[in-house]
């Protein structure tokens, strides 16, 4: 027998169903939606985790969860665990730590299921201890904040952060199901409630020029967070994020190009800059606002189609511009900018950022010349101080 002493390689091919499922009211006795997405050989056990912080607007829940599998012979409710949500659980380990002693006790295996109910900050903490418990359990999502819904909920992704650096302990791990139950979507604060909507315009700036032509004839609707408008906005969303993790080609992010990061780079440093006082959706607002006048202001993108983008944003009661954009070094330089060299770094060397030269279009550009964007962030802070 010959002997190969070089080697040789394996392809392994894994393949992984994304199921994204819309309702309301999951846990009423009758909406049979999730019996029928659990898929069970006979008396599979769930552990539910709930967030904190939606007690008080659903003291009914836990209830709800026991009444719906009391009457659901295959499955045994194990437990329904309440812990810390929001970005304070992913600061450290101690809310992975908790939800992994109550995977132990509950002796969770992988026929089991893992329910988590919780804003975006909740789902990658759960997520995670999922993701490694067992190395790998079943994970049923129910994402209840508007940007978890139509945007973070729907991917694959999770996450604590740790050495003053968000998302730096997790992994890539394909959720068994992510159930958007709208009944979540109406008890956030207003303001939370409309900021997870600059994802929607996001995607819909990068996949899907007709969306952003419904965002935009729905502007007060959604502003006035008008249910079933905001509903058909988070569903459009989510669809469009699932579709591209799962069809684009890259799900596990090995490449460069990162579409749905559009406006991102300068997201991520704002929110570091202003110590996450800025949220995730205001800080994307700003980041989504400053690349789409820079695709304007180098002849890419035509300037009413900005001007639109920027109408949008305004419309919907969200930033253009925050003062942390004015941060410098001791060398004068924005600070902003140190974002694009992260980004650069954490793209393994070559800056791709997606600029628009279409309202549902974009490209891949590697470079960003800094007076420009400069300018940019310029008549955006006049614009925005002219408002005030
Ligand atoms: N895994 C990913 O791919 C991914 C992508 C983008 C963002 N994220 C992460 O998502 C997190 C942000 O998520 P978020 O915007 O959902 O915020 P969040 O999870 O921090 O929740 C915001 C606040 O809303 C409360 N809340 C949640 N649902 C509620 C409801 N239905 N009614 C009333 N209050 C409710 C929470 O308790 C919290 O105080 C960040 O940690 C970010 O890093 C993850
Ligand atoms: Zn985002």
Not at 180 to 204: S, Y
Not at 225 to 233: D, T
Not at 285 to 306: H, N
Not at 317 to 343: I, S
């Amino acid at each position: 027998m010959d002997c190969n002493m070089k080697g040789e390689d394996f392809d392994i091919q894994v393949s992984f169903r994304h199921r994204i499922r819309f309702t309301r009211g999951a846990f009423s006795l009758g909406n049979d939606l999730l019996s029928e997405l659990l898929e069970t050989r006979g008396h599979s056990k769930v552990l539910v985790f709930i967030e904190n912080g939606l007690r008080e607007h659903f003291p009914q829940l836990e209830g709800e969860i026991q009444d719906y599998f009391f009457d659901l012979n295959d499955f045994r409710l194990t437990g329904v665990e309440w812990l810390p949500g929001a970005e304070v659980a992913k600061r450290d380990d101690q809310v992975y730590q908790k939800a992994m002693s109550a995977i132990e006790q509950h002796h969770i295996d992988r026929h089991s299921y893992i329910i988590v109910i919780g804003g975006g900050a909740f789902l990658d903490v759960i997520g995670y201890a999922a993701a490694t418990g067992h190395r790998g359990l079943r994970l049923v999502r129910f994402p209840t904040t508007t940007l978890s819904q139509d945007d973070s909920g729907v991917g694959v992704k999770n996450g604590i952060n740790a050495f003053g650096k968000k998302n730096f302990i997790g992994s890539f791990a394909v959720p068994y199901a992510v159930v958007n139950d709208f009944q979540f979507l109406h008890t956030q604060p207003e303001q939370i409630r409309r900021e997870g909507l600059i994802e929607a315009v996001k995607v819909a700036l990068v996949k899907d020029g007709a969306f952003f032509s419904w965002l935009e004839s729905h502007v007060e609707e959604l502003r006035a967070l008008e249910p079933l408008v905001l509903e058909e906005a988070v569903q459009r969303s989510a669809v469009h994020h699932a579709r591209h993790i799962a069809l684009g080609g890259d799900p596990f992010e090995l490449g460069s190009s990162r579409p749905l990061d559009y406006g991102h780079w300068a997201a991520h440093k704002l929110e570091q800059l202003t110590d996450f006082e800025l949220s995730h959706g205001e800080a994307v607002s700003v980041g989504l606002a400053l690349d789409t006048l820079y695709a304007a202001k180098i002849g890419l993108l035509p300037e009413a189609d900005a001007e639109r983008v920027l109408k949008v944003v305004e419309g919907l009661g969200l930033p253009l511009w925050h003062e942390a954009l004015e941060l410098r070094d001791p060398n004068g330089k924005r600070r902003v900018f140190k974002g694009l060299e992260e980004f650069r770094e954490h793209l393994g060397g070559e800056l791709t950022v997606l600029l628009l030269e279409k309202l549902g279009t974009g490209i891949d550009a590697h470079e960003i010349t800094e007076a420009v964007w400069e300018a940019c962030a310029e008549e955006l802070k006049e614009r925005a101080l002219a408002t005030a």
